[in-house]
């Protein structure tokens, strides 16, 4: 199978952002695809990041603290892959709807759907040429989901005002909501709240895996997109060997269980070691290597429909 490669040009203010996330232990444990995660969404400006001519490299990282939960990609890196696959399947009716807001009251509704929603809401400003009339409206709920949960997060008051007028190209929407996702996490994090980090990790995580697994109409088609499905097999080892840690909570525990049914199907696929690393090609970094992970149009539709499954648990939980 021919080997992906990576391609992207990096922005010091982003880089900085997404590298005080990261350490080396980190590093060894994610495959390389995943740490373009806040680079490959947030290709604008925001209101908070001026950028730079600035090209990093991956030796910032080695001086710079570490997040536990780095180790798990954030939607935006699989969007993004979407969007410069030149997916036409982008849809509103996937989506969680903001009606369903208003019944969930538990923590486990709550965060879980925390995560769903600025899942959802990422995919509106990635895809805002055909669903920037849903911008607004999935940032008012992701933002009363986070006060539900006592969440806090970094978003100035000039942030919230851009994306509410949804205003701005569609990178900087990206980069600003981004914020709002990650920011949420530092907050439960600092606050030793893992075990509603680990299933707002978890909505998040099954939201996206959701959404791009749909825009999949044609398995030969859309192979590529398929493939990247597969790569996330070890995303999700990466979010079960988090929340594996908080399974004396009784809801996290659930949680895992239907995880795991979801990693058996993934634990199925054929891995293969690429060759890799940093190189220098037309004035782009070029990041290439990680794991590269097979599957068979069966296997797809396998992981397709149990994701849909749990995802549907999760929407449904009250």
């Known amino acids: 199978m021919e080997k992906t490669l990576f391609l992207f040009t990096l922005n010091q203010a982003h880089l900085s952002s997404m590298m005080k996330k990261l350490s080396v232990p980190a590093l060894s444990l994610i495959p390389a695809a995943f740490l373009l995660w806040g680079l490959s969404s947030c290709g604008g400006d925001t209101a908070t990041d001026k950028p ?3 090209v990093g490299t991956a030796d910032s990282a080695q001086q710079l603290p570490a ?6 990609p ?13 997916s036409g399947n982008a849809s509103a009716d996937l989506l969680n709807s903001p009606d369903n807001e208003k019944k969930y009251e538990t923590k486990k509704a709550q965060a879980l759907n925390m995560g769903i929603y600025s899942s959802d809401l990422l995919y509106c ?3 805002s040429n055909n669903l920037s009339n849903r911008v607004a409206q999935y940032f008012g709920t992701t933002m009363r989901m986070s006060e539900k949960l006592q969440v806090t997060t970094n978003l100035t008051e000039k942030d919230k005002e851009r994306i509410s007028k949804n205003v701005g190209n569609a990178d900087s929407l990206v980069a600003i909501s ?3 996702y990650l920011s949420s996490f530092d907050n439960l994090d600092a606050n030793g709240r893992g075990a509603d980090l680990s299933l707002m990790l978890a909505g998040g995580w099954v939201e996206a895996l959701y959404l791009m697994s749909s825009s999949v109409k044609d398995f030969d088609k859309d192979k590529a997109a398929a493939e990247r499905i597969a790569d996330q097999k070890h995303s999700l080892d990466n979010l079960v060997e988090y929340m594996a840690k908080h399974e004396d909570n009784a809801d996290v525990k659930a949680t895992l269980v239907q995880l795991g049914e979801l990693k058996g ?3 199925a ?4 070691k690429q060759d890799g690393g940093m190189k220098s090609t037309n004035g782009k970094r070029v990041l290439g290597g990680g794991n590269k992970t097979s599957i068979t149009k069966e296997q797809f539709e396998a992981i397709k429909a ?3 499954e749990i995802r549907t648990g999760f929407i449904a939980v009250q």
């Open 178 to 180: 981004n914020d709002l």
């Open 67 to 72: 997040r536990e939960y780095a180790q798990v």
């Open 52 to 54: 730079t001519d600035s």
């Open 269 to 272: 696929l054929a891995s293969s």
């Open 74 to 86: 954030s939607p935006g890196e699989m969007f993004a892959f979407m969007k410069q696959a030149g």
């Open 306 to 308: 149990k994701v849909t």
């Open 265 to 267: 199907l993934f634990d």
């Open 125 to 127: 400003c990635t895809f």
